[in-house]
């Protein structure tokens, strides 16, 4: 294969895009998404990635914006510089020397596989090792929803965008606000499918709660318990026969090997921000299908870029449910790609043909949306 040509010039744009509703996680609530692009250019190619630090993320992934710049600036957009390279193995080698991890090597991580797409004429789907078909296929989409206050409002939230055809609705829970909340979606919504995503709200002692929620044959219980309470999770597993899905627990390979080894989990939910990029969500994607382990992928959410890398990524074989990646226009009133990211038919992504990820940063976008900007070229390099 041949290599891409040297990178001359990194550059990363600080952005806030509004979203269109206050975005309620357990950790807060949130009205801007912020993100940092990041932009690689060549003789011949441009390239971007996405640095996407994660909204309620339980403090698991060291990733606010200020950290992220931080790392990326002083470590990791200087490193690329002069970087010529021919195999996805190479990104990963040198992604293994940056500080960090999370979402700041994401950022740099996927933008490298960009370029090596656009290099080589194919996809990142491709590049990951995607199958034709699959990737033919495009990806479902499944409905993510915060919190909401109260049951009514859920419903009617559920109701306004089922309508867009997304294939599986998934909904927060916390202790009090579970197996009501559960039995209202199913009476008025019938056998959709339907998972819960608990963000470790509830600790062994609630064990009994969440066996209440076995009746409703939902897709998945999504990390019930906190990261660190596998015990919690084995308990639970043993008692249930919903699948426990794990979500921040799958920090790194190691944890999710642990996790797996022990029966703590059946599925896992891949983020590419958290495991700080498309080589090691590949690589856990890879052990979760030795181990019979299924997967979707997760979205943080990030703006359409970095979900665009998560589209990508959800045409490998083992990702069985619908991705969480949304459309642009879910979450924020407006995007910094081009084309904007949108359901290609109801509740479906199509994978676009383009080499690389296959979406453009807009430009004018970019400074509407701009908070501050940093340029490395490689003239100091040589
Ligand atoms: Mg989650």
Avoid at 54 to 68: F, H, I, K, N, R
Avoid at 288 to 315: D, M, N
Avoid at 354 to 377: C, H, I, M, N, S
Wanted: glycine content about 10%; hydrophobic content about 40%; overall charge negative.
């Amino acid at each position: 294969m041949t290599a891409t040509s040297p990178i001359e010039r990194v550059v990363l744009t600080h952005v806030q895009v509004p979203l269109k509703q206050p975005l309620r996680t357990s950790e807060g609530e949130f009205t801007v998404k912020d993100a940092i692009l990041v932009t690689l250019e060549t003789a011949s190619e441009v390239a971007a990635g996405e640095s996407s630090p994660l909204a309620g993320d339980l403090g698991v992934t060291a990733g606010t914006p200020e950290q992220c710049w931080k790392l990326l600036s002083e470590a990791i957009a200087p490193s690329l510089l002069g970087f010529s390279f021919s195999t996805t193995e190479e990104i990963g080698a040198i992604a293994s020397g940056w500080p960090g991890g999370g979402p700041a090597a994401a950022g740099a991580e996927t933008a490298l596989w960009d370029l090596l797409g656009q290099s080589h004429r194919v996809t990142v789907a491709q590049l990951l090792g995607a199958i034709d078909e699959q990737i033919r296929l495009g990806v479902q989409s499944g409905l993510g929803l915060g919190s909401f206050p109260s049951i009514v409002e859920l419903l009617r939230s559920i109701e306004t965008h089922l309508v867009e055809g997304f294939r599986r609705v998934r909904i927060r829970i916390s202790p009090g606000s579970d197996v009501e909340v559960v039995r209202a979606v199913r009476q008025h919504f019938g056998d959709i499918p339907l998972m819960v995503d608990a963000n470790g709200a509830y600790s062994s002692r609630d064990i009994d709660v969440l066996r209440a929620l076995d009746e409703f044959d939902l897709l998945m219980i999504e990390q019930p318990m906190k990261p660190g309470d596998i015990e919690g999770m084995i308990a639970l597993q043993g008692q249930i026969s919903t699948p426990i899905c794990i979500d921040e627990s799958a920090g790194t390979m190691e944890q999710t090997t642990e996790a797996i080894r022990l029966g703590a989990c059946r599925i896992v939910n891949l983020k590419i921000q958290r495991v700080g990029g498309l080589g090691p969500a590949r690589a856990i994607h890879d052990l979760c299908f030795q181990h019979g382990i299924a997967c979707w992928v997760g979205s943080t959410p990030e703006l359409g870029l970095g979900q665009s890398f998560g589209l990508h990524l959800a045409t490998l074989a083992n990702c069985k449910y619908p991705t969480g990646v949304q459309p642009s226009a879910r979450w924020f009133v407006d995007d910094c790609i081009a084309p904007a990211l949108e359901l290609s038919s109801p509740g479906l992504f199509s994978i676009p043909q383009r080499p690389g990820v296959g979406y453009q940063v807009d430009q004018q976008k970019l400074r509407r949306y701009q908070v501050r900007q940093a340029e490395f070229t490689s003239r100091t390099t040589g």
